[in-house]
């Protein structure tokens, strides 16, 4: 078993929808970091969390820790929100990343 | 100030043979690692350093080597490459140790 499991694998949205990527991880750590891969390789880290939420513009990542799980919700999707998003998690090791969720947002 | 960069950007080798990765810190970041990306494997980690000293190490074979050097900018190496070293080499920079990191554009090597 995966120590970080995303879902959805895939997902396809139109234009203004609400989106919800689920992360859930079965080790301890003391973070969880939501990164964006564009098409030619680029990461960005969207947010590093440790518990409750955290708002940047349309973007809000969740953590509960004590269900070991994390939600990024993106509001009003557009289609340049189209990207692999990728849920890692750090504490006694480095960081450990799920497999990633690829976002395809029509318009 | 100038984002996280990594030299080559594009790089072909042959089976056998050698090569080196340079990674260029933000300025002030003492932190780097290192990433391996394949598509069947996804994100894997290789290696991280602090001032100068590799804190942790990912789960590679000894051909895997890396050091950073006193002004923060880190080098990778894998010796005699195999088919399956080819990948996208991912660095990423932080302040400190723990701290969000920031990631370069990458490195693609082929193993032809």
């Given at each position: 078993k995966n120590e970080v499991e995303q879902s959805p694998q895939n997902l396809t949205a139109q234009e203004g929808e609400f989106i919800t990527i689920n992360c859930s991880y079965s080790v301890g750590i003391s973070a969880l970091h939501w990164l964006q891969q564009h098409p030619g390789g680029g990461i960005v880290s969207l947010f590093m969390l440790s518990s409750g939420k955290k708002k940047h513009g349309r973007l809000i990542a969740t953590i509960n820790i004590q269900e070991k799980h994390s939600s990024l919700h993106i509001t009003?999707?557009?289609?340049?929100?189209?990207a692999v998003y990728i849920c890692a998690v750090s504490g006694n090791t480095p960081l450990v990343f799920g497999k990633g969720t690829r976002l395809s947002v029509i318009a | 100030k100038a984002g996280v960069t990594q030299t080559p950007r594009y790089l072909i080798k042959t089976r056998g043979q050698q090569v080196t990765l340079s990674c260029s810190p933000i300025s002030g970041h003492r932190s780097v690692s290192w990433y391996q990306q394949t598509p069947g494997q996804g994100l894997q980690f290789l290696f991280e350093y602090f001032s100068e000293t590799q804190r942790n190490k990912g789960?590679?074979?000894?051909?895997f080597s890396g050091r950073q050097f006193s002004n923060s900018r880190s080098e990778m190496n894998v010796s005699t490459?195999?088919?399956?070293?080819s990948a996208l080499y991912l660095c990423a920079s932080s302040l400190q140790a723990d701290y969000e990191q920031y990631f370069g554009p990458g490195t693609r090597l082929t193993v032809t």
């Open positions: 009003a999707s557009h289609p340049r929100d189209s | 789960n590679f074979p000894g051909r490459l195999e088919l399956g070293d």
